[in-house]
Every structure is written in structure tokens, then in C-alpha cells.
């Protein structure tokens, strides 16, 4: 079992990487207000996890409630919000009652917000079931739903208290969600960490099956790498820089997934065009170049992922980037890549540079 | 003008007092991160100030969304929450965004979980425009939505930038609620300031007829107490005493509103018979005496408030209690008084004399 610490300015927490981390049920147990948890799942992960994380659970005296939601980001509502909300206070859960999101970065994102403000506020615990959890939701306590107008737009910073990412549960994700999952573990290779980035282009293959070890080292490192970014920027206030980072290829990323409609790309598909776009957009400004980009392609290629970008028309694209967050006082910033291993955020990119890579990542 | 500075671990903020702080376009200008804002209101109160607080906002260069919800606790929906989210994105609001409350309690509840939650959080204004808000929303950064099944029950801790209270404005304030907001003000000088109490009791026809100094006089010296509670226990974690103190008579209170629905009473009114509740069964336990309760009932009556509670029957009540935040860890926790200006939390209270009580207080 590998444990990385994030430390944050009020509190630190564990996360807890390895084989078979799910059954160790202390890890739990040990922090536990009060003998009462709210377990939220959906309907795909808790045929497989459910019952393996609440019976010990159980049998160790704990009241648990079971929340098992439908699967899917279109599912990331108020809607399924308040029904855990509904459940919760069903069974009369208290402010003493920790909140446990099984399952992939919708229960994380939906089980975090509702445990943000439900009575408002109760502890939260994190056992991610995909890679995409398991890097990324893992560390910085976003949480949050859609709203029809744009992705993530209301929500709350809520950290966990321990996260628990077995890399066992992996070995029943679907290959699809096993690469949208890749798209983030490679960003973190090209925003900061070169050698990272030289070690996925020789291991991807290990990666793509399944390689415990390999998975174990690739979800370190990446969660190691998004910690440090977030100590420095908890609630992404930094204008340049920080935290806005982490967003490479998502404004593309969520233009495309909004664009298309929640639901038809995974987040992490949608992210690996969005990221070839920031590439290409970086190549015209002169900072990468064409083989580089290729190079970009490629890899998110091996990682079985999507390298163009769905045809939305020019004026759409600017339209549902207008809508992201990453707008700063009103004005586009855009992540882009000043070499591999090193990104920046850069405002007051020409509209017909946008444009062109989007076109040119379009075809 | 009066100023009060409200001292949190990570933050500290002013609350400024008196007659024409609204007009003080300054107080809120020098708060804004960026020249943008997003007044919400209600149909009531934003034909009366809407425009004199946001016309010299504009003068001054900041570009203000106007948003105007209609009237009243039944509408402290999720509903109406996400029309706010729906105008912020409309407008194209950005996280620089600051949201300034322009009225009641309900307002400052709405528009503080939508400022807490938009886009994870931005920065929040209030402008009391009710006793209540003024006295009791103003402090503690408490903000949320009601449930079906409970009031307040989906919320967030959310602190404002500044509070600007102007004792003007609740010369058009109702009657009715002027009392209701008597309820919280008697409140603080029960629970910790046996001198306050006094000095109501010698000027509670002054403030009914909304003599300014006594209204300054009073909010300030009501906040301060609640900012010295609040200080000590920011996120109501304390198991006993702490901020749970300030919720003298509200568990009754909570379930005379619930049983009723909620608008049937303000919630000072409800507060005010939940108080009697709680100070009856005080007596019953032997801690304070029959010329006691008459006195809390006496102040009560003269600030026109409700002492007799709502006819729910002991079962509803008892029910209706139990799904109330105050329950710790499944058990009920009341909050008594141990004599005349100061509070204590108990749990334990035998379910007799609390039937006993509300019975006595229900005719």
C-alpha cells in the first residue's frame, strides 16, 4: 500500500493506493465522528463493491445507509442531489454522519456536495472506483453538479477525510472509462512532470493492461503532482497560473461535452480532444512544435482516446467557453503548453488562433 | 454610524450600523474584487431600495445584475435558488462576481447558498433590510434552502465581505415583523446578557416605535453577543453550549414552523412560543421559577410576539423535533435556560416534561 499525505492549510488527509486497500476496513473506521455513515453508489459500481465495503463495516457496529444512484454524468443534477438528500434525512442521518462516495467522479462529485451541505456540512470520505476518481477527484476538494447553461457550475470545496483507491477495482472498469481516465494521468506528465510524461510513453501499454504495480506508481504520481499544485491555489483564486493549470484541454474539453451534450463523451474523452486543440494552439503561438503535438497525439492515441474534436461550429465553441469558469473577470484565459512539462495560462489569446486550432483539431 | 467587527479564525469582517449606511456607496465599492454585482431582492423590498442602493453602484462604474425573487419563507426553495443560478449565468456572471443581499433573512439564506455555491464560491455582501436579518443573518455565515422535510437543511457556512444594517429601512418594515425580529433581540439578553435584558425590558416600546438610536443600540449590542458566541464555535461542532445557544426556543420553534408549513409564521413568531416552551420546561426542571417564565412571557407579549404554540398535538411535535439539526448523535439536545441571561444545552430532558411543557404552552 502506497499512502500519500496532501497537506492543506486547516487539515491534512491520507490517500491510500494499492491492492486490495477496500477491504482494510480500519482505514474507515479510524475516522468515523460517530458510528453512522451514508454510503452513496450507483447501480453500476454496487452489484460489484457495495456489500464488500459496508458488511465489515457493519459488522463493526456501524449504521450504514445505502445510496445507490443511476450511472451517468447526465445524472450529476439537483435532481439526483436532492434524492440524497431525501435518503439522507429518511433515515434521519445527523451531522455526525459521514458521507462515502464508491464509485467514479459523478458519486464523488454528487456524494461531496450533498455531504458540503447537507445540515450544512458533514464529513466526507472518498473510495473512487475509477482512474479518473482515483487521480483526479482524489485531491482538491471540488465537488459539485451541471446546470443545463455549463458544467460543474454550482458547487462547493469540500475535502475529504481519507481517500481509498484500490487499484484492484480497476481490473472490472470498462476500457473506455480505463483511458478517459488516462487523458488526466497524461496531463499531469504535460503541465509539470516530464519525466513522468517519458515514463507513460514507455509504460502506457502496462497501464492499458491493467498492471497493478504500474497503475499503483501512475496514481501516485499523478495525485502527487495535483496536490502540489493545489497546496499553492486551494480555490483556484490565482489568476495566472496555480490551479488554473490543471485545466489543460478542459475549456476546450467542457465545450465539447456541453456541446454535445452531457453524457455522449466521457469527461476524460472529451479532455484528451480539448487537449490536442490546447496543443495546437500552443504550436501556432509559436511555444511547441509539430512534433511535439504529434507526440501529444500519439500518446493519448495509445491510450485508446479521442484526438479530434466534435464538429460544433466555430461560433458554438466560443459561445460554451464563454460559459466556462476559467473566464476571468470576463476575459478568456486559456491553458496552454509552454513546452511539454510545462503549461501557463495565457489571457488574450487572437480569436483567430482559437479558431483555426479548433478547426484544424475539427478534421 | 456604529461599527462592529466580527473576528473569525481565517477572516474578519465589519458590520455597519445606523441611519443612511446604505447610501455609504463606499462601505460596499471598496469590497468588490472587480466592478461587478449581482443584487438579489425580493418583491417586496426592491421597489422600496433597490435602485438607491444600485444606481450610485452604477455611477460609480459597476456593471449590476438585478435579481428580484418573490416575497416569503415558502419560496426558500431549491426552485427559486436555481433561478438565481440562472440569471448569474445569464448575465455571464464570473467568479469575481460579488453577490449582495438586499433584504430579509430569506434573501440573505438565498443568496448566500447561491454566493457559497456559484461556480464554488464567490464573494458575499449583505444588506439587512429586517430586525431579523439584522440581527441574527448578519452574524455566523450561515446561508441554506429549506427541505420538505426540515427547515434550513441543505445549506453552507458562508461569511460576508461586510454588512451594511441602515436602521431607516425598517421604518417601512411591517409590524409584524419588526416583532418577529424583537424575538432574536430578547433572545441574546436570555441566553448571556442579563443586562441587556434589563435594558430591553426598560426600552422595548422605544424600539417598537423604531426610535433610531435604541434600534442602533440594540443591533449592535445583539450582534456582538452573537459574534462572541459564533467566534467560540464557528461551525456548531461544540457538543454543548456553543453556538448552539443561540437556538433558544427554535427546536420548538423549527416544529411550530414545519407543522404548520412554513409562511404560516415568521420565524421570529414561531421562535417567540418556542421560547415560552423552553422556558416552561426550564422551570419544570427547577432552574428557573413560575415569576421567570411570566417575565420572558411578559417582554415577549410587549414586543407583540405569539407566547401560545401551535395546536400540532405532542406526537407531531415530538417528530417534528426529532429530524431537527440540534438531535446530536440520535439524541435530542435542548437548549434551557439556567436562569434569566444564561444558557445551557441539555440532553437527557425526559420526554414527560418536555410533553409536559408543550402542552402547558399549546393553551
Request: charged share 25%; glycine share 8%.
Amino acid at each position: 500500500m502506497r499512502t500519500l499525505t496532501v497537506a492543506l492549510s486547516d487539515q491534512a488527509y491520507d490517500i491510500h493506493i494499492g491492492s486490495g486497500v477496500l477491504d482494510r476496513t480500519q482505514l474507515i473506521v479510524s475516522h468515523l465522528p460517530a458510528e453512522r455513515v451514508a454510503v452513496v453508489s450507483n447501480s453500476v459500481v454496487a452489484p460489484l463493491y457495495l456489500q464488500r465495503l459496508v458488511a465489515p463495516l457493519r459488522a463493526d457496529g456501524v449504521r450504514v445507509t445505502e445510496i445507490v444512484l443511476p450511472d451517468g454524468e447526465r445524472h450529476k443534477t439537483w435532481e439526483t442531489l436532492n434524492s440524497i438528500f431525501d435518503a439522507l434525512l429518511a433515515d434521519r442521518c445527523d451531522r455526525t454522519t459521514t458521507v462515502v462516495a464508491l464509485g467514479g467522479g459523478v458519486i464523488g462529485d454528487l456524494a461531496g456536495f450533498a455531504a458540503a451541505t447537507y445540515q450544512r456540512g458533514v464529513p466526507f470520505i472518498q473510495v473512487p472506483t475509477t482512474l479518473l476518481a482515483q487521480v483526479d477527484s482524489s485531491v482538491g476538494g471540488k465537488t459539485g453538479i451541471n446546470h443545463p447553461r455549463g458544467k460543474n457550475m454550482i458547487g462547493a470545496f469540500w475535502q475529504p477525510k481519507v481517500v481509498v483507491a484500490d487499484t484492484d477495482v480497476l481490473t472490472t472498469l470498462p476500457d473506455r472509462e480505463l483511458s478517459a481516465g488516462m487523458a488526466e494521468v497524461i496531463k499531469y506528465g504535460l503541465i509539470r512532470d516530464l519525466p513522468f510524461l517519458q515514463w507513460l510513453e514507455a509504460n502506457v501499454e502496462r497501464l492499458m493492461e491493467r498492471d497493478a504495480d504500474a497503475l499503483a506508481y501512475a496514481i501516485e504520481r499523478s495525485c502527487a503532482n495535483k496536490a502540489e499544485v493545489v497546496a499553492g491555489d486551494e480555490r483556484e483564486t490565482a489568476k495566472d497560473n496555480g490551479r488554473a493549470l490543471l485545466n489543460l484541454g478542459h475549456t476546450f474539453g467542457h465545450a465539447i461535452e456541453t456541446g454535445l451534450g452531457y453524457g455522449e463523451l466521457l469527461h476524460g474523452e472529451a479532455v484528451a480532444a480539448g487537449t490536442v486543440m490546447a496543443a495546437e494552439l500552443s504550436r501556432r503561438l509559436g511555444w511547441i512544435d509539430a512534433a511535439d503535438v504529434a507526440r501529444v497525439r500519439e500518446l493519448l492515441i495509445r491510450a485508446k482516446l479521442p484526438v479530434v474534436g466534435a464538429r460544433l461550429g466555430i461560433d458554438r465553441y466560443l459561445d460554451l467557453m464563454g460559459h466556462d469558469k476559467k473566464v476571468f473577470a470576463g476575459r478568456l484565459r486559456l491553458v496552454l503548453l509552454r513546452q511539454l512539462g510545462e503549461a501557463t495560462t495565457l489571457a488574450d489569446v487572437p480569436v483567430s488562433e482559437i479558431c483555426a486550432a479548433i478547426d484544424t483539431c475539427c478534421s
